[in-house]
């Protein structure tokens, strides 16, 4: 079983920059395809960007396309999501989440952490 722990997140204005970042415990990342997810208030938790257990293979929802990027640093079982040119739109809480089987948007995610919040102002 995986621990899963996000930080990085904060208040930042449209236009601005954060990276977040998801530190794993308990076993090794390199089992997992990894993802985050966002949930917005109000709304349901979405999918945001994904990304395979070799890192050769990324998703993101069209939303966040062009503007977020997921990578994974294995060796130091962690995964960051860098977001640029970030709007109000995307406010949430983001989730870092591990999926045992599969990987992209439509993979079942078994492991989550506990969220961090983002909250962007216009």
């Known amino acids: 079983q995986v621990q899963l722990v996000e930080s990085g997140g904060g208040l930042v204005q449209a236009g601005g920059s954060l990276r977040l970042s998801c530190a794993a415990s308990?076993?090794?990342?390199?089992?997992?395809?990894m993802g985050w997810f966002r949930q917005a208030p109000g709304k349901e938790r979405e999918f945001a960007v994904g990304?395979?257990?070799?890192?050769?293979?990324?998703a993101y929802a069209d939303s966040v396309k062009g503007r977020f990027t997921i990578s994974r640093d294995n060796a130091k079982n962690t995964v960051y999501l860098q977001m640029n040119s970030l709007k109000p739109e995307d406010t949430a809480v983001y989730y870092c989440?591990?999926?045992?089987?599969?990987?992209?948007?439509?993979?079942?995610?078994?492991?989550w952490g506990q969220g961090t919040q983002v909250t962007v102002s216009s």
């Open positions: 989440a591990a999926s045992v089987t599969g990987w992209g948007q439509y993979a079942q995610y078994d492991y």
């Open positions: 308990g076993r090794t990342i390199s089992s997992y395809a």
């Open positions: 990304i395979g257990r070799s890192g050769l293979n990324s």
